[in-house]
């Protein structure tokens, strides 16, 4: 499941302003993982289409990266695959993330 990255620590490769996310390491080639991403987008107002949330897919940039909840928080921090975020902090329960730059 794709939501939209309201967390912190993570750093975008581009200048987009929309980042998306899942847990885990996918395969953006699989068509799966690219339709569940275009419904999301269109669920959420970015795209107005399959078609265009597809469109938008094609000139996105992915990471893949760890991320985690600082105990007392609610949104991800991205960290490092130890679970420390770039100020120090410790991070509950390490995962794997994938980003996508919208």
Request: hydrophobic share 35%; glycine share 10%; with cysteine.
């Amino acid at each position: 499941m794709w939501q939209q990255w309201h967390g912190d620590g993570y750093e975008p490769k581009t200048d987009s302003e929309i980042i998306y996310f899942t847990e885990g390491h996918v395969d953006m080639d699989n068509e799966l993982v690219r339709r569940g991403l275009a419904s999301s987008l269109q669920r959420d107002g970015v795209a107005d289409s399959l078609s265009d949330g597809f469109k938008l897919i094609e000139s996105s940039s992915t990471d893949i990266g760890w991320a985690g909840v600082i105990i007392d928080e609610k949104e991800y921090w991205a960290c490092d695959e130890n679970g420390e975020t770039e100020y120090g902090d410790s991070v509950e329960n390490t995962i794997l993330i994938t980003w996508i730059e919208i």
